[in-house]
């Protein structure tokens, strides 16, 4: 049996990135969108994972107050992410303004914001798809790498498996440690994920139906009842994210946009259709790259329903801290099973 499982097993399921994030178990809540509420990174983070925040397009007044939320409601650390793609300036100034202990970045070039995140004292993840990037972002003195494989759920940036990119990132950028995400649901993949030579995992669809999560129920029980063939690998909602493709589940909206020879905007079936309004009272249309959230009401079911191809295996709703619980139980079982199968 692999050295990592042995010490894995014998230290519970902290690894040297999980003692250096100042957590229980290697597990990290992927900073789902606009699910990624303070409510849900807090529960995370005090049931010994990491929770993270979505801020990129929440402007630095609310990113104060998502962050100062989840301090209210945990003493232990968690994370924010930013997309580089867009202007994130003044976000990042805040949070680390606010001394967050750990910073993501998704997208755009690490760059343009590793010194800054790293000279005043945060911990730097950025989120890769292929091996270039990963060799680049180590360039870059990132201190955690993500790698993404093409299972992942919301927007996805490379095409590579996660069986195969994880061990192949491990590999180019040691001994920088490296975060598995994509296909990732329960401890058999927890697991799977150390043997593949990383440190940690990186969960988002397994989080959406957490019942901390915004998520609206609709897109809930869409969820629990997709099989992974009911996701797909598109660009059709792009709305607020140009170019950037993504993996959802498939509804009336791409089927009727595949249909029409996956047409580009502005010339897309139903394009500038008013879904959804939200609890505030603002619209929401067609092909937006925004998830139904709590309080919407209208045709939730046709907006972007961002899954992974691990959905298959998400079944229930249960509060995060069972989740992380379950996960981590799960996972000792496996490397136990694995320990007694390797004995000679």
Do not use: K
Not at 128 to 147: K, Q, R
């Amino acid at each position: 049996m692999d050295d990592s499982l042995s010490e894995s097993l014998g230290r519970g399921l902290r690894t040297d990135l999980s003692a250096r994030l100042g957590i229980a178990v290697p597990v990290v809540q992927a900073p789902v969108g606009s699910a990624a509420a303070p409510g849900l990174a807090a529960a995370v983070s005090a049931a010994g994972g990491l929770g993270m925040l979505a801020l990129t397009w929440s402007g630095a007044g609310r990113a104060r107050d998502g962050v100062r939320a989840v301090r209210r409601r945990t003493h232990r650390p968690f994370g924010v992410n930013l997309v580089l793609d867009f202007p994130v300036d003044d976000i990042l100034a805040v949070c680390l303004q606010e001394t967050v202990p750990v910073v993501s970045t998704f997208w755009g070039d690490p760059a343009s914001v590793s010194r800054r995140i790293r000279d005043a004292g945060a911990l730097h993840m950025h989120t890769v798809g292929s091996v270039p990037e990963a060799l680049h972002a180590a360039a870059c003195g990132v201190d955690v790498i993500v790698a993404q494989g093409w299972e992942a759920g919301g927007h996805v940036r490379g095409t590579t498996t996660t069986m195969v990119l994880v061990p192949a990132v491990a590999d180019a950028v040691h001994p920088i440690p490296v975060m598995a995400a994509g296909g990732i649901a329960d401890g058999r993949g927890v697991a799977a994920a150390l043997a593949l030579g990383a440190q940690g995992v990186w969960l988002g669809t397994r989080f959406l139906t957490a019942t901390q999560a915004r998520t609206h129920p609709r897109y809930r029980e869409r969820l629990l009842a997709a099989g992974a063939d009911d996701t797909v690998h598109t660009r059709c909602f792009d709305g607020g994210w140009p170019g950037a493709p993504h993996r959802a589940l498939r509804n009336t909206t791409v089927q009727r946009w595949e249909a029409a020879g996956c047409p580009p905007a502005p010339g897309r079936p139903g394009e500038g259709d008013v879904l959804t309004v939200d609890d505030e009272g603002r619209p929401h249309r067609r092909y937006e790259d925004l998830i139904p959230l709590p309080g919407m009401t209208g045709d939730v079911a046709d907006m972007a329903l961002y899954a992974g191809q691990s959905v298959a295996l998400v079944r229930d709703i249960r509060p995060a801290e069972s989740l992380v619980s379950e996960l981590t139980a799960q996972t000792l079982d496996v490397i136990a099973g694995l320990r007694r199968t390797a004995r000679p």
